[in-house]
């Protein structure tokens, strides 16, 4: 069965920070893994999805790494700012449904 | 930009009563899905639904549950007789196709079980 976890669960930082966080999931088999925002009481957003082929996706301040092989991904965010301030989640697909097994999160917290 | 729009925000029943929770996926999508999330647990998936039928649900989407696309544009999930475990947040996506496309969530509906 298809764990995702990730660390850290909480995590704050001065403006300006690049930081780093942390994704696993137990099966490599996977179709793709999605990145989310979440804001305090809202929908999630997506942020950046990468395909079980590629090793990294980039938007803008974002960049988001896949090694398949031993289960982990990484979410970079350069030059962090007080926006970004939000849970960020991971997300993946094991089945051709589209079905997305997520983990817990991380809190980020950025001061201005 | 295209969204997913979810209504009501914020529902309120008794237990026992059945809801009904609306979304309205972003319009040229074929691939819907409602997902839940409990307050402080993980988001978890309940169902995804192509073509007039589900293509897969999880543990969680027993006989209470039920999915419905009645029209061109709105996409219901159905709770027939609410336990107060039913409390969570409901979230709707949908996608424009299965892979490799990502999926769009709505702001999501809040249930509350008394």
């Given at each position: 069965k298809q764990e995702v976890t990730q660390i850290p669960a909480a995590l704050s930082v001065p403006e300006g920070e690049n930081l780093v966080l942390n994704c696993s999931f137990t099966d490599s088999a996977i179709y793709n893994l999605q990145w989310f925002r979440q804001d305090p009481g809202k929908g999630l957003t997506s942020l950046l999805l990468i395909q079980s082929s590629q090793r990294e996706q980039t938007s803008g301040r974002l960049n988001a790494s896949l090694d398949k092989s031993s289960g982990r991904s990484t979410l970079y965010i350069a030059a962090s700012q007080p926006g970004d301030s939000a849970t960020y989640l991971c997300a993946v697909s094991?089945?051709?449904?589209?079905k997305l097994i997520f983990g817990q999160g991380t809190t980020l917290q950025v001061k201005p | 930009e295209p969204e997913v729009t979810q209504t009501p925000s914020h529902q309120v029943t008794q237990m026992g009563q059945e809801v009904i929770l609306r979304c309205v996926p972003i319009s040229n999508h074929l691939y819907f899905y409602w997902y839940r999330q409990i307050l402080g647990q993980k988001v978890e998936f309940l169902v995804s639904f192509y073509n007039n039928e589900i293509s897969e649900k999880s543990?969680?989407?027993?006989?209470?549950f039920s999915v419905e696309r009645p029209d061109g544009s709105n996409f219901t999930l159905k709770i027939r007789s609410t336990k107060l475990e039913d409390s969570a947040m409901y979230f709707c996506a949908s996608s424009l196709q299965v892979l490799p496309s990502p999926l769009h969530f709505g702001n999501g509906t809040r249930l509350t079980v008394t």
């Open positions: 094991s089945s051709n449904t589209g | 543990e969680i989407f027993d006989d209470q």
